[in-house]
C-alpha cells in the first residue's frame, strides 16, 4: 500500500520589503501594551490523547496571531516529531507563509497520519502508549530574505497514543473486535418478494483503519447481528466507521457504510435486488506515455485528452529527464496524436475547450534552479508545435505582491496549476508562492495579477468565464472576478485540495491533510454540507446534472468509495479502494480505479451504476512488464464518455494509457 504520499516541501525566498513595511504600519485598535514591531503569538486546542488504530491521524489545531503592533511576515519551517527523526507530518498553509496583520489570525492544521508520518508505528505492540510530540517552529523575515536575527517562535504538541488493537490487521483471522461495545444488526431480504436471501450469502463488515474485517452467515431468517467497537474520533468528533457488504449469487452487491455509536444497536436492511445491466467492453488501444500518468484535462467535445505525468517516488537516476513527457490523444480515432518531452515531473495540465491548444508547466533542462521544478508554462498546438514558451521562475512582473495594504517581495516560482477559460481567450496560471496570473492565450499579454498567500494547486473558470476558482494553500478556497482579479468571496476549507472537482453549481474539495469532504456553493461559497474523513480524497466528481457527488480514496481509511446525493446523504459506497474516479457524460455511469500496491501493475477498473451503486462491468489493466512500476501519484487519470462507450484509463503504475470501447445492455428481469 502507499504511504508517506504528500510530503511537506518549504519553498524559501519570501520577504517583506523596505523597513517601512515592518515598523510603519499604525497599531491596530486595543493594540497598547503589545509588543513593538510584529510579534508571533500560538495558542494550540487541547486534544492530546489517541486511539490507535481506531484514529487513523492524530489532528491538530493551532491559532497564530500577531500579537505585534505592525504588520509582520513568518516561514513556517519543516514539521518535526520530536524523537522520531523519520517522521513526517502536514501542516497547512503550505508552503508556509503567515502574513499577519497587527491582531490578524490564521489557523494552522496539521495532521500525523499512521502509518505514513510514522513509520515506526508499524511495529507497535497492543497495550502500549508512545508520546507523540509535534514541533513547529516559525522564523520571521527580514527585508532580504534571511532570518532576522529574532529568536525563532516554536511550539509543541503534545500527544499521548494508547495501542489498542494490533496494529496493521487483526492476527486471528476471523476475529470478533475485544471490548465490543455496539452492535450492527441487520435483515437481508429479496427486493421483490421481501422473502429472507439466506443461500450462500457472504455479510463482510469491516474497519479499514484497524485491518479488520469478520465474515459472517446470516440466519434462516435472514437476519444478523455482529458486536463491534464504537470509537468517538477526537477532533472530528464523528463515530468510527463501519463497511457493511453483503454478498449472495444472482443479486448484486451492496455495501452500507455505518457509524455506530457507544451503546447502541445499528439496524440495517439489505433489498437485495438482481443484476439489470451489464456491460460490454474491449481494449482498443494502449498508448505509453513513457512516465506515471496522473494529470488530465479533456476537451470540450470530448475529442482530445492532454496528459501529464507526476508521482511521489523515486526514478530510476535519469528516467525522468528522458521519459516524461506531455502527451495529447485522440479519442475518437483512439490513437496518440503526440507527445512532447517536459524532461520533469508537473503538477497540472489544461486543454483549450476547443481542442487547439494544450497547456502545462514546463521543466525543461534547467529544472535544478527552480525549487518546484516547473520554471516555465508551455503551450502545444493541435499538431505538437510550440505555441510560447513563458518564463515564469524569475519573472519580475511576480516579484512584488500587495497584501493587507503591505508589500511584499514574492520569490517568483514555477507554475503548479493552469486552466484555459471557457471560451478559449485566457490562460489561468497558479504558482507554489501564491501568485495567480490571467494571461492572453494567444498574446500572452497579462490580465491581472492576484495574490493568495500561499501554494495555488487548483483552478476552475465558471461556466460562463465570469469567475475564476482557485484552491490556495492558506486553506481558502477563493472565487475571483475573472476581469478584474477582485476576490468575490473565499471560504475557509482546512487546506489546499487534493482533490478538486467543479460543475455549474458547485465546487467540492477535500483538504490535504484531511479534514473534510466539503460541496460549496459556487455563488456566494457558501458550505453546502461537509463530510469529516480522517484522510483526504484521492479522487472527486461531481455528475455533469449535479444529482451526485462522488468522492474515491485508495489510502486504507475506511472512506473508500462514496457517492453522495445534493443534500450531502450517502447514496451508495464501495469497499474498492480507488485512486480516480469519474461521471460518464451523460451522468447515468459513475467509472472507478482500484490501484494495487502488490508491486503489479494490475489495476482494476469499475464500472457502476451511478445511481444505484449495481456495479456493470470491471475488468483488470494488463501489466507493462517492461517498464519500470512506481506507486501511484496524487491522483488518477480518467474520462469516460456519454453512455460510457469510451473509457480512458491511465496507470500511474506503469505509464501506459488504456483505452476500452463497449456498451451497456439491459438485463431481461428473471421470472
Not at 49 to 64: E, G, L, M
Not at 282 to 304: C, E, F, H, K, Q
Request: aromatic share 10%.
Amino acid at each position: 500500500m502507499r504511504w508517506n504520499r504528500f510530503m511537506f516541501r518549504a519553498i524559501a525566498g519570501i520577504a517583506v520589503l523596505g523597513p517601512s513595511a515592518l515598523l510603519s504600519a499604525a497599531p491596530a485598535p486595543g493594540a497598547q501594551g503589545r509588543t513593538n514591531g510584529p510579534a508571533l503569538g500560538l495558542q494550540a486546542d487541547h486534544l492530546t490523547s489517541w486511539q490507535y488504530p481506531f484514529d487513523r491521524t492524530i489532528h491538530r489545531i493551532v491559532v497564530a496571531t500577531n500579537t505585534g503592533t505592525s504588520f509582520g511576515a513568518w516561514t513556517m519551517q519543516q514539521p518535526s516529531i520530536a524523537g522520531y527523526p523519520d517522521g513526517s507530518p502536514i501542516c497547512m498553509p503550505q508552503p508556509g507563509y503567515l502574513y499577519l496583520a497587527p491582531g490578524q489570525s490564521e489557523t494552522i492544521e496539521c495532521s500525523i497520519e499512521f502509518p505514513a508520518s510514522l513509520p515506526e508505528s508499524m511495529t507497535w505492540q497492543l497495550g502500549e502508549s508512545h508520546a507523540v510530540p509535534l514541533v513547529l517552529n516559525f522564523t520571521p523575515m527580514t527585508p532580504s530574505g534571511a532570518p532576522s536575527g529574532t529568536s525563532p517562535t516554536s511550539i509543541t504538541l503534545d500527544n499521548q497514543v494508547n495501542v489498542v488493537l494490533p496494529p496493521v490487521q487483526q492476527t486471528t483471522p476471523n476475529s470478533l473486535l475485544p471490548s465490543p461495545n455496539a452492535t450492527i444488526r441487520g435483515t437481508i431480504e429479496d427486493a421483490v418478494t421481501h422473502h429472507p436471501v439466506t443461500n450462500r450469502v457472504d455479510i463482510a463488515v469491516r474497519n479499514q483503519e484497524a485491518g479488520w474485517i469478520y465474515h459472517a452467515a446470516p440466519t434462516p431468517s435472514g437476519t444478523f447481528e455482529i458486536p463491534v467497537v464504537a470509537h468517538q474520533r477526537p477532533y472530528f468528533n464523528d463515530w468510527e466507521v463501519y463497511l457493511v457488504t453483503v454478498t449472495a449469487p444472482g443479486y448484486t452487491t451492496q455495501t452500507f457504510l455505518v457509524r455506530p455509536a457507544a451503546q447502541s444497536t445499528t439496524t440495517l436492511t439489505f433489498r437485495e435486488r438482481r443484476p439489470s445491466a451489464v456491460g460490454h467492453y474491449r481494449l482498443v488501444a494502449t498508448i505509453d506515455t513513457g512516465a506515471p500518468t496522473a494529470r488530465i484535462s479533456v476537451s470540450a467535445n470530448g475529442r482530445y485528452a492532454a496528459i501529464a505525468p507526476f508521482a511521489d517516488t523515486a526514478f530510476p537516476p535519469g528516467y525522468v529527464s528522458t521519459h516524461a513527457q506531455l502527451t495529447l490523444v485522440d479519442l475518437a480515432k483512439a490513437q496518440r496524436v503526440w507527445g512532447y518531452p517536459l524532461q520533469g515531473l508537473v503538477l497540472g495540465v489544461a486543454i483549450s475547450p476547443n481542442g487547439q491548444d494544450v497547456a502545462s508547466p514546463y521543466p525543461g533542462p534547467n529544472a535544478s534552479i527552480d525549487p518546484t521544478g516547473a520554471p516555465n508554462v508551455i503551450e502545444v498546438d493541435q499538431a505538437g508545435h510550440v505555441v510560447w514558451n513563458r518564463l515564469v521562475y524569475g519573472d519580475p512582473n511576480l516579484a512584488t505582491a500587495t497584501i493587507d495594504g503591505q508589500t511584499v517581495n514574492v520569490n517568483p516560482s514555477g507554475a503548479h496549476a493552469v486552466s484555459f477559460s471557457p471560451d478559449n481567450r485566457w490562460l489561468a496560471v497558479g504558482t507554489p508562492t501564491g501568485q495567480l496570473e490571467v494571461i492572453n492565450e494567444a498574446t500572452q499579454a497579462v490580465r491581472w495579477t492576484a495574490f493568495l498567500r500561499d501554494q495555488v494547486r487548483a483552478l476552475a473558470w465558471s461556466s460562463d468565464g465570469s469567475r475564476l476558482f482557485a484552491s490556495s494553500g492558506d486553506s481558502n478556497l477563493y472565487c475571483l472576478d475573472a476581469q478584474t482579479g477582485h476576490v468575490i468571496w473565499s471560504t475557509y476549507v482546512a487546506g489546499w485540495s487534493l482533490a478538486f472537482a467543479s460543475s455549474a453549481h458547485y465546487l467540492m474539495v477535500s483538504p490535504k491533510e484531511g479534514d473534510a469532504i466539503k460541496l460549496v456553493n459556487a455563488s456566494n461559497g457558501s458550505v453546502v454540507w461537509s463530510y469529516p474523513t480522517s484522510e483526504t480524497s484521492m479522487g472527486l466528481a461531481i455528475s455533469p446534472n449535479e444529482t451526485e457527488f462522488a468522492s474515491v480514496n485508495s489510502s486504507g481509511s475506511s472512506e473508500t468509495t462514496i457517492v453522495f446525493n445534493r443534500a450531502g446523504h450517502v447514496l451508495w459506497t464501495s469497499p474498492d479502494a480507488s485512486n480516480a474516479v469519474a461521471f460518464s457524460a451523460d451522468s447515468k455511469y459513475l467509472v472507478t480505479e482500484s490501484p494495487n500496491f502488490s508491486g503489479a501493475a494490475t489495476d482494476v477498473v469499475h464500472v457502476f451504476n451511478a445511481q444505484t451503486g449495481e456495479e456493470l462491468w470491471s475488468t483488470t489493466l494488463p501489466p507493462a512488464a517492461a517498464t519500470p512500476v512506481w506507486n501511484h501519484g496524487e491522483d488518477g487519470v480518467l474520462y469516460v464518455s456519454r453512455g460510457a462507450n469510451t473509457i480512458l484509463v491511465g496507470s500511474a503504475e506503469n505509464g501506459q494509457v488504456y483505452i476500452y470501447r463497449g456498451w451497456i445492455s439491459a438485463l431481461r428481469a428473471k421470472k
